[in-house]
């Protein structure tokens, strides 16, 4: 019980550019993920190798794309048919879903290979549209009919955050300067620069124009500024993640067959999965952390035999500043609302001793819902690897974290990775 | 409705646009839910009947008040320099509910506090221009 009956290990992975890609569909997006990730697999593979077929993962294209029955539709442009190709929904944590649904089947003995994949384009839609869209994730008739937007709903944990535990808006503006800065070191990224990058940018375009410079002596003055506007109180715009065009791909394989492909496989040490009612009001009263959180991580932990210390680099979901502290809380990284002092104290930068979105996270590198909990992989993958160009945590890390949260909390996937 | 209806969210939200706000009580733990459950939330009971919340004060448990709204409150005015609150209001008998907040400053949100008063106030929005397509929303409204 509780074991995966045999070992499986990541094998390859690949991501494509993340953004509002005008010039890319999103069959582009998929197949520039998949070739990346074909070219980080050492000894190569080919669609042959892959008898489990697709694993896909996928919010909305039927909203954003007008586009369903996505499965065959990729696994066609890149020869995995007529092998099984699926598709997985769980709104942010889709890709999550599908990733682990892929590590039990290869698990089972049923199949060797298999391909996972996480897309999402969403600029094709206005921003009204996409908010409207998103909504989907919420409940329909109890939280969307009265006003939730997502911003919304997570500032509806802010606050509660904020009361419980006496977190502050500044605690929350050193979150997204973190993940600027670390997406400033990813080529990937949608927004790949420093907040203090964007507002000297701001101010020379203020200047430019002839307008009146705003005297912001630092990113803290920047972003209490009304150039930072209220979204969804207490949430600004900068702890908003972004409407993000993307893919990624990885390659999984039995551990048994996996040194086939590389020399150096990542296995998955645990996974976990967990799920509440999708209303935040449905929740027992708990508001600051997420019950489908916790038990991903503690079904993780346990299968991996391992302890949050043990983590040397993690990928949380911060769809929101907020959704990162209470990612951390909920993995036993800190105690419940202490997230904020690990941050202040710098421990979660890459140079800190628990590195957290070294990629950027959500909120720098972009968030394309479905491609989201893919996305993580490829950037644990990367990190234990020790490919991580510029953004590579020191050390050579050897056990990593994903963490993929759906919606305002109604599904969590977390996995931990080994390298062998 | 005069009759007995069976406990179906379907139900649930004719009793609303009635301004009725209808949560169930599990006959067999005591435990209150809203929106109503034919399967009691806590035991799993299916011995559960109708309870009116409509009169119930609660406190505001958390809320925002937001500035980029959804499409049909857009329409209805509101914008970044108009924000509509929402929250999430826990009602004396330990049921909770996601609603509007109304009679709430939003555009000050330091003046709306969690742990206060609020009671149920119905909202109700026309959906046609003639007004005869009528959506009863949950709202709160501070005692």
């Known amino acids: 019980m509780g074991k995966l009956a045999r070992e499986v290990s990541v094998i390859g992975a690949g991501i494509s550019k993340f953004g509002a890609i005008n010039d890319k569909l999103l069959p582009d997006l998929w197949v520039e993920a998949y070739l990346d990730a074909v070219d980080h697999v050492d000894n190569g593979i080919e669609a042959k190798d892959i008898d489990g077929g697709l694993y896909l993962g996928n919010f909305t294209a039927d909203l954003f794309n007008g586009q369903g029955h996505l499965g065959p539709m990729m696994a066609g442009l890149v020869g995995l048919t007529p092998k099984g190709a699926t598709r997985f929904e769980g709104a942010c944590a889709s890709s999550g879903l ?55 709903l997570y500032a509806n944990i802010a606050s509660a955050h904020f009361k419980k535990h006496g977190t502050t808006k500044e605690d929350l503006f050193r979150v997204a300067i973190k993940n600027h800065e670390n997406g400033s070191l990813n080529e990937k990224a949608q927004m790949p620069y420093s907040i203090s990058e964007i507002m000297n940018k701001k101010m020379s ?34 702890d908003c993640s972004l409407i993000t065009d993307g893919a990624a791909v990885v390659f999984l394989a039995a551990s048994d067959v996996a040194r086939k492909f590389t020399d150096t496989p990542i296995k998955i040490a645990g996974t976990g999965q ?15 952390s997420f019950i489908a959180a916790k038990t991903a991580a503690k079904e993780a932990y346990a299968m991996a035999d391992m302890e949050p210390d043990d983590i040397q680099v993690a990928e949380v979901h911060d769809c929101f500043t907020i959704a990162e502290l209470v990612a951390m809380e909920d993995l036993g990284f800190a105690e419940p609302g202490k997230a904020a002092e690990l941050v202040e104290q710098g421990e979660t930068r890459i140079t800190g001793s628990i590195p957290i979105n070294t990629d950027g996270g959500l909120k720098s590198k972009g968030h394309p819902v479905g491609a989201t909990g893919t996305g993580q992989v490829v950037e644990i993958f990367k990190q234990l690897r020790g490919i991580a160009k510029d953004r590579q945590v020191g050390g050579g890390p050897e056990i990593g974290l994903t963490h993929n949260l759906g919606g305002s909390g109604g599904t969590c996937v977390v996995n931990v990775f080994q390298r062998e | 409705m005069s009759t007995i209806h069976p406990i179906t969210q379907h139900n649930y ?19 209150v839910d809203l929106p109503a459950r034919a399967i009691c939330s806590k035991c799993l009971s299916i011995n559960t009947a109708w309870e009116d919340m409509t009169n119930e004060e609660g406190t505001l448990s958390t809320f925002s008040c937001v500035h980029v709204g959804t499409t049909r409150f857009v329409k209805r005015g509101y914008n970044m320099k108009n924000p509509y609150a929402f929250g999430v209001v826990t009602l004396d008998n330990g049921a909770a509910i996601t609603g509007l907040l109304v009679g709430v400053d939003a555009r000050n949100p330091e003046s709306i506090n969690i742990g206060s008063k609020f009671k149920v106030n119905f909202v109700e929005t026309e959906l046609d221009e003639e007004g005869t397509m009528k959506q009863v929303d949950v709202g709160f409204s501070p005692v």
């Open chain 2, 13 to 31: 939200l004719q009793y609303l646009n009635e301004k009725k706000l209808m949560g169930s009580k599990c006959k067999d733990c005591g435990n």
């Open chain 1, 98 to 152: 599908a990733f682990r649904h892929a590590v039990i089947a290869i698990a089972s003995g049923l199949y060797d290979v298999a391909c996972v994949g996480g897309i999402e384009k969403m600029t094709s839609l206005p921003t009204a549209g996409v908010t409207e869209a998103l909504a989907a994730a919420s409940d329909a008739i109890y939280e969307a009919r009265v006003g939730a937007t997502f911003p919304g």
């Open chain 1, 205 to 238: 375009k203020i200047k430019k124009r002839g307008g009146e410079v705003p005297d912001w002596k630092d990113e803290f003055e920047f972003l209490n500024s009304r150039s930072n506007p209220v979204i969804a109180y207490p949430l600004r715009l900068f």
């Open chain 1, 274 to 288: 967990g799920s509440a009612n999708i209303s935040l009001h449905d929740r027992d009263g708990m508001y600051t």
